[in-house]
């Protein structure tokens, strides 16, 4: 069954910090891949995603996800971590090729950010 | 331009009760989602509408739910004899076209308690 593992339910990061957050799916072929930011009382919002061709995918707010095949993971990384990135964060894939399915969430991973 | 928008924000209702959840969706988008996002869980998926396809159901927990989408636009999901356990918050996403690739836009939600 396909299935998305964040094995990290909660981080803490200093500001300033380098932060990297761990995704790892299960799927029977490459699918595309997800991160969300969700932030207290906010709807979810797409940070970046992953189709094909350059495993590092840049995104919205200085984030950055890599592509691994062989280790069927998608983590998200941020060089400098600032206060406002406190929030959860959720990865996501969904089937390549196939019409309107879903997305498939991992549990989330929520980020505090300490001063 | 106006996103995903919800309605209520927040709903507080008796065991055995009915509620209705209402989505307003991106004007133009043909897929619309709702997925259930309980404490401690990733978001789960329920229900997909995609135009005048025949809706995808097969994530709905069980016959109390409902969800329908009346002339391709708002949708509204309908719990029955709502119980403790359906205390979550409802996410609806709406995405244009049937690619898995396009992004889906998210509202903010609908906090359903149960007492």
């Known amino acids: 069954a396909q299935s998305v593992t964040q094995p990290d339910i909660h981080i803490t990061v200093s500001e300033g910090a380098s932060l990297e957050l761990r995704c790892n799916y299960s799927?029977?072929?490459?699918?595309?891949l997800f991160w969300y930011v969700q932030s207290p009382g906010q709807g979810l919002q797409l940070l970046l995603k992953y189709f094909s061709g350059d495993t590092l995918v840049q995104g919205i707010k200085g984030f950055e996800a890599e592509f691994k095949r062989s280790q069927s993971s998608f983590n998200l990384r941020k060089p400098s971590v600032h206060w406002s990135d406190a929030a959860e964060y959720f990865c996501a894939v969904a089937p390549a090729n196939q019409a309107g399915t879903a997305l498939i969430f991992g549990k989330g991973t929520t980020l505090s950010v300490s001063s | 331009g106006a996103g995903v928008s919800q309605s209520p924000s927040n709903k507080v209702t008796e065991k055995g009760k009915d509620v209705e959840l209402r989505c307003d969706p991106i004007s133009g988008h043909t897929a619309l989602y709702w997925y259930r996002q309980s404490l401690g869980q990733g978001l789960e998926f329920l229900i997909y509408?995609?135009?005048?396809?025949?809706?995808?159901k097969s994530g709905l927990p069980s016959d109390r739910f409902s969800a329908e989408r009346t002339g391709g636009s708002v949708s509204t999901l309908t719990i029955q004899r709502t119980q403790q356990e359906d205390s979550a918050v409802y996410l609806c996403?709406?995405?244009?076209?049937?690619?898995?690739?396009?992004?889906?836009?998210f509202g903010p939600g609908t906090r359903l308690t149960v007492l």
């Open positions: 996403a709406s995405r244009l076209g049937q690619s898995s690739y396009n992004e889906q836009f």
């Open positions: 799927y029977g072929a490459t699918p595309y």
């Open positions: 509408f995609q135009g005048n396809s025949a809706p995808d």
